[in-house]
């Protein structure tokens, strides 16, 4: 890692430059240094284009037939889980219908969302830039992350597609 201040070349993690003492501590943080990298890194989720389907919320006491006949009918991987308030509490994904559901619940009129959904999703206000929602994505294996507003009611939904289609137009 060369010095900013002194031209040394430092071993790569050095906290301070072995020559000057000038700190390196920012010198191996990525950088918004293009109009995509900006783009991605600085930019919040609100900036990108809406998505094509208003999110789907259904309340935590719904018969999970309805919380599946709704994401078939919508044709979405999801829905988004409220509880009192509107609030967000869950969310249950096709993946928690294959994993949860699939062989092991018997009656999806009785059963309720909430018995299946997973619960306390990692959400971020739309505030908050586009590379937070990727590194949560990729650190957690998220295809979706629920985006709320100040009373932790969900408002919108980013989708790892919707991300990708920003970074295919920027091509």
Not at 143 to 152: F, Q, T
């Amino acid at each position: 890692m060369i010095c900013p201040s002194c031209g040394k070349n430092n071993l790569p993690g050095q906290d301070r430059c072995t020559r000057c003492s000038t700190s390196l501590m920012q010198l191996d943080v990525p950088q918004a240094d293009t109009p995509a990298r900006w783009r991605i890194m600085v930019d919040p989720i609100s900036s990108l284009e809406p998505s094509t389907i208003a999110p789907q919320i259904v309340d935590e006491d719904e018969p999970l037939s309805n919380a599946i006949a709704r994401m078939q009918e919508k044709n979405v991987g999801y829905v988004l889980v409220t509880g009192e308030g509107g609030r967000l509490t869950g969310i249950l994904t096709e993946h928690d219908v294959l994993c949860r559901v699939f062989g092991q619940v018997d009656d999806l009129e009785s059963t309720s969302v909430a018995a299946v959904m997973s619960r306390d999703p990692t959400s971020l206000h739309a505030e908050a830039p586009i590379a937070h929602a990727l590194h949560f994505m990729a650190m957690n294996d998220f295809m979706y992350i629920p985006v709320i507003d100040e009373a932790g009611r969900p408002v919108d939904l980013l989708s790892f597609r919707r991300v990708i289609r920003l970074i295919e137009q920027m091509e």
